[in-house]
């Protein structure tokens, strides 16, 4: 806002002179030495001068107010995160490596579970889909209250048909829609997946804060 009010100033101050100059000699407003019945006496000038004082404090106590206002806006959604971030529930996927057939078709026999970490969450559901080149499996569960410590089973057996090795993949997407204990909603969605029996799986999480109370 100060550089508004110095630019405008240096607009006005410039044309006058503009003016002075083209204008000069034509009108009583435009004569040197300044005409006092034009232009006014000592105590007008004051008065406006004193005005125009008025109106920069003015609009000086404005800016620094907005600044202010937005430097506790800022403190504020800071606070607000790290309270988020301290009560956001922390889940993970836990479990053994999945058992695979000795021949070139049979079940996949996988024992995994779903822990929560830090926290407490509430009003869960849960979707888990366990695929192979052959067959998709779906568990869903669902749970009112679920506490720091808890355990979710997860466990399913994949049947699995296949004449090539490379063929051997096998994932398991979970979605969970959840509250923290503030109500708020998330969506979090954990993939793993097992290209090979000899090959460390890989794993993928993603939790969205959807809806903020």
């Known amino acids: 806002m100060k550089k508004i009010v110095i630019i ?14 083209i204008f000069y000699g034509k009108t009583d407003l435009f004569k040197f030495p300044f005409n006092s019945e034009v232009w006014g006496n000592a105590s007008d000038w004051v008065l406006v001068i004193g005005t125009i004082l008025s109106l920069l404090l003015i609009f000086r106590t404005i800016e620094i107010q907005l600044i202010s206002n937005n430097y506790q806006k800022k403190l ?30 049979g079940i996949i026999n996988t024992n995994y579970w779903l822990i929560l970490i830090e926290n407490e969450l509430s009003d869960l559901t ?10 998709q499996k779906y568990i869903t569960s669902e749970k009112s209250i679920f ?67």
């Open 126 to 135: 849960l979707t888990a889909i366990f695929s192979t080149q052959s067959e």
């Open 147 to 213: 506490f720091k410590g808890e355990k979710i089973n997860i466990a399913c057996d994949v049947f699995i048909n296949t004449n090539h090795f490379s063929d051997y993949s096998f994932s398991i997407e979970i979605i969970l829609n959840y509250r923290d204990k503030d109500k708020n909603q998330y969506r979090h969605i954990i993939k793993m997946t097992k290209p090979r029996p000899n090959i460390q799986s890989e794993n993928f999480h993603q939790q969205t804060l959807i809806k903020f109370n």
């Open 76 to 105: 504020a959604d800071i606070e607000i995160f790290k309270h988020i971030e301290s009560i956001k529930p922390i889940i993970e996927l836990k479990g053994t490596p999945p058992k695979y057939p000795s021949q070139v078709s």
């Open 8 to 21: 405008v100033a240096s607009i006005i101050f410039i044309l006058f002179i503009l003016n002075f100059y």
